[in-house]
DNA sequence: CGCCTATTGCGAGCTGGTCGCAACAGCAGC
DNA sequence: GCTGCTGTTGCGACCAGCTCGCAATAGGCG
């Protein structure tokens, strides 16, 4: 069960020495119990909703603090704000331009660019900062096949 | 010759029924002659260098206005702020989170991919938007292996 | 319980980019 | 070469998303 979750990270983020302040807590009880792909603005009024007076500086500066501790990840699904995952569930995404849909990318798809990346360049690849676009099936369907 | 390559865009655009100015000619001359990658600051730098009294939103439409047209592509290498190509010269980029650099991807890198993603998820991937990061070969040497 | 120090609330500030508006300048037609 | 229509420009105000400095606050160890 999530409050579970929420524990078990909270107490070994405690036996790392981090300082567990009403505010963090809630950051990673909505990261865990929330939606999907939350923005930093998202989180805030998920945090707000228990504890009004958190301000949006704190909650940047939180997720900021548990990525430097690789407990959280950020990624860009397109031109807005970033999107905030559980290090955990990280995973690669597939936005289409046209709905602005999120696929999340099947685990593998990437194994096989990063392979030969890593071979030809030399290069070792980290494919869930960004998002990969493109038109989603659907959306391909309806447009006008441009050139 | 370069100027050559100036003039026929700027005659192929004309014949399009694109009026061409002084800021749009020149924001054009930044990308067929400048560095590799500008940013608009750069572009603005390098219009303003030719025509001082060029407005930082001129070019910021002018980009759009060409992006729209097909002659401009921009892409985000990484936080900062966006780059600007030639659609001809459009391609994929890996830019290594340690040092920063870009590293152009080889055409048929990510060719393999969009048929995978094409052919499992009915999705048509455009590799060029956003770059995919990584570490570069001489980061990766360096950096202490993280977990 | 008390202390040390990390964290917070707050507001100002920053970057990268957008917008509305009146003045201006391409360029087609004469 | 001049004229007029209309797309562009310069300008400043504005916006989103995020960062920072500071004094006050609150974890959590002893």
Chains 1, 2 share one sequence.
């Not at 945090?47 to 900021?64: E, F, G, I, K, Q």
């Not at 559980?86 to 096989?112: I, K, M, T």
């Amino acid at each position: 069960m999530s409050g579970d979750a929420l524990d078990t990270l909270v107490a070994s983020l405690r036996r790392e020495g981090v300082r567990i302040t009403t505010a963090r807590r809630l950051v990673l009880d909505a990261l865990v119990r929330g939606t999907p792909h939350p923005t930093a603005e998202e989180l805030l009024s998920s945090v707000r909703a228990m504890a009004p007076d958190v301000h949006a500086s704190t909650v940047y500066r939180n997720l900021d603090e548990l990525e430097r501790l690789g407990v959280v990840v950020h990624t860009h699904l397109g031109h807005g704000p970033a999107t905030y995952h559980l290090a955990a569930d990280a995973h690669g995404h597939l936005v289409c331009e046209a709905c602005g849909r999120a696929l999340e990318a099947p685990p593998d798809l990437f194994g096989q660019l990063a392979r030969g990346v890593k071979r030809r360049l030399g290069f070792t690849l980290h494919p869930y900062h960004f998002a990969v676009l493109g038109l989603c099936a659907g959306c391909a369907a309806q447009t006008p096949a441009r050139t």
